[in-house]
């Protein structure tokens, strides 16, 4: 399971706490892969597709 899946979202959740528990989880563990592939996604959002 990649950190995306762990996302609200992605679960099909409303409600923040998966993603506040992830945050807790990523810190403690002081995965930066982990924000890494975040920062990936979230910079896939932003691309403009091609036309």
């Not at 899946?5 to 998966?18: H, I, M, Q, V, W």
């Not at 506040?20 to 563990?29: C, G, P, T, Y």
Request: proline share 6%; aromatic share 4%; glycine share 6%.
């Amino acid at each position: 399971m990649t950190i995306i899946d762990k996302l609200a979202t992605s679960l099909g959740r409303k409600d923040e706490g998966p993603n506040q528990e992830l945050a807790k989880d990523i810190a403690n563990r002081d995965d930066r892969g982990a924000v890494q592939e975040l920062v990936d996604n979230l910079y896939q959002l932003r691309m403009p597709y091609p036309s």
